[in-house]
């Protein structure tokens, strides 16, 4: 399945087109069924950075049953204000190079008795965990409004320098999308944007990044925190979303994916598990809602 979204990748040399932010810069192209076309139709709206960094869950002291601890193998159960999905970790000798995965847009639906509009965003990233000062992601945003109908939209980040929502990359809720992150350095990287169904790629190269530790690997669903307020926005209810073809490697060349990850549940400040990570197997997993 990944390969036959990769050839998207091969052929002519993309069109570039480039800009720039204060320290971080980054140049941009496309491809729509493989050909490359013109970049400068992609446009790339400022955002405030949306603080996608993890939140841990201050009561989150839940004991699983032996029927969860069979069922989860060897990957720990952590509970956070935000993030639901799969968290993994290398560290300083051994940092992360490149994460990987596919994943369905969110298609959501309102959770009753909460305001619309709700949200929800998935992404894939490089720290933000454990490195908690700085993160590397790219992923798309869901937004279901009063009367049901939904709106969604692709988006980059690098915390703390920049964040870009990127309009005109066709993206809508079910689609299978793919990202692919590469650190080339601390400060260097690559992020791939593919829409498998759409047939479009979009590629970035940045420079003079914020530093990365290259310690974390996530693939997440998320109830973020709005820049400006510092509070979540609502979060909806959605359909089982999964992540397939998981994988991320570090310089030396380890598989350090979900086989051994943390699987993250999402809890409310109530107590309540709003969504569940599930691990399938060593590269596959499903978000449920609850």
Known sequence: MRHSVLSLLLGAVSLITSTGVTGLEFTVSLEQDGKAVDASKL???KIPPLRHRRRGHRNATVTASPHENAKRGNND???SDNWCGASSRSNDADPIRNVF???TVPDLKLRPNIPPPQFAAAWIGIDGAKCNQTLLQAGVTTVVNSNGGQSASAWWEWYPGAAYSIANLPVKPGDWMSVNITAHDATSGRIIVTNAQRGYSMTLNLTS??????WDVEWILEDFYEAETNKQVPFASFQDLWFLDTEATTVRGKNIGIDGAAMVHLM???GKVLCQAEKYDDANFVITSH
Do not use: D, T
């Not at 990044?209 to 290259?214: A, H, T, V």
């Open 101 to 103: 995965g596919y994943f």
């Open 268 to 270: 409310n400040p109530q």
């Open 77 to 79: 159960i952590s509970y």
């Open 209 to 214: 990044g914020p530093k990365l530790c290259r």
């Open 43 to 45: 446009q790339f709206v």
